[in-house]
């Protein structure tokens, strides 16, 4: 992913700037591990891809104690790892001896240079951009942006791309991000925004908002324990209930779930348990198997429910995945997003169902499981005048598992469909796949299709 270094002195706005960049609040910073507070790090995405922003402490070149000494080591650091340079100046000031010495260090780099004006709220401020003074040796003048009101940060990041095509950086896609990707989906009304604000109050969760997102605003990054995740807020799906027509309801819900659905690892799928599972509902839940993310049930108002019992929560479960049969391998969590109950355990779920997308089963394993299926129940005959033999079983791919099933028959469809819903089933039960879709394509000597 590439990177920018934030550089220059003391007080003259480098964190604000980061944090504006990055559109999170100072307090939501997190320090980079193995490092005290001197260098913090951040993504940020504009025009749909992803790069990092590197903070560092104020730079005084000529102070030796040792809290500046580590601090001027922690920016060196972040200059040798970064692509391009960011530094940033007080155009209140002016130009100070420090940053002359700046200059000259950032120049030996051989990395591209952006100088960042800050505190250009004025028009004087933002004018004394084109004064001479400001050029320093032969980097570019100061590019005039305001922290804290945002202005020019737009511009600032038009600039950064530019450097890094200067230089043959292209930056991250966001399927590139390292992070578990989870997508909340349902339809108007079940609780998305207040599940999504439940989690974002959680004191253990750490929460930036990703920066610049035009299709999805509230993308926000979470880290939890030793694991982050982008939380991918699709608050507005489906909200097209003013339409008449039920089918430009669904072409047009469908358009913007298969827009982010392909982004996620984890689809948390929020119902609202107060009501029976609907069309909508259904529908999503199609389209959700369809993109090959894991999927959550997340019942929802489990507040709401009146003179539960013991048997209560299951009676709901069954009810759910009967309704559901898509996604009736899915596993479901009771939640208050109201009174946040059990919103810290859907992390755990979440990191359970991605360990499942990314199962790997060996070889010898999985020809016992055929062998046994086999066994269990022949192959039930489709079309064609019977049923094929099966020739073996092979997994192919995962994130989602995907299997290929050979037959001896030129043709593919003289095996059943219910047998291929037998075998999943029957995989399921054998291995923890809990969560996740699994995809069994058919394979014949010489046919290949799916």
Known sequence: ????????????????????????????????????????????????????????????????????????????????????????????????????????????????????????????????????????????????????RGTGTGDLLDAIYDAFASVDLKPAELSEVSAVRVTVVGKPNVGKSSLINAILGEERFIVSPIAHTTREPNDVMIEYGDREYLLIDTAGLL???????????????????????????????????????????????GLIKEAGAGVIIVANKWDLVKDKTSTTMNRVREQIMASLPFVAWAPIIFVSAKTSQRIPDLFNLIDEVQKHRHTEIPEADLEKYWRSAIRAHLPSRGKGPKPPEIMGMTQVGIAPPVFNLNIKSKRLDVLHPSYLRFLENRLRGRFDLAGTPVVINVRGLTARAK
């Open 1 to 148: 992913m590439p990177t920018v270094a934030l550089i220059g002195r003391t007080n003259v706005g480098k964190s604000t700037l980061f944090n504006r960049l990055l559109e999170r609040r100072a307090a939501l910073v997190s320090d980079v591990a193995g490092t005290t507070r001197d260098r913090k790090e951040g993504i940020c995405l504009w025009r749909g891809t992803v790069v990092k922003f590197i903070d560092t402490g104020g730079l005084d070149m000529d102070n030796t104690d040792e809290i500046e000494t580590n601090i001027k080591k922690q920016a060196l650091i972040a200059i040798k790892k970064a692509d391009v340079i960011l530094f940033v100046v007080d155009m209140k000031q002016g130009p100070l001896p420090q940053e002359r010495q700046l200059a000259e260090t950032l120049m030996k780099s051989g990395k591209p240079v952006i100088v960042a004006g800050n505190k250009a709220e004025t028009p004087g401020a933002r004018n004394a951009a084109q004064d001479p003074t400001w050029r320093l040796l032969s980097l570019p003048a100061p590019m005039p942006v305001s922290a804290l």
């Open 239 to 285: 909200k097209t209930a003013k339409m008449k027509k039920q089918g430009q309801l669904v072409e047009q819900g469908a358009a913007r779930t298969e827009r982010v659905l392909p982004k996620s690892d984890v689809a948390l799928f929020v119902v609202d348990i107060t009501e029976p599972i609907g069309t909508q509902d259904k529908m999503i839940a």
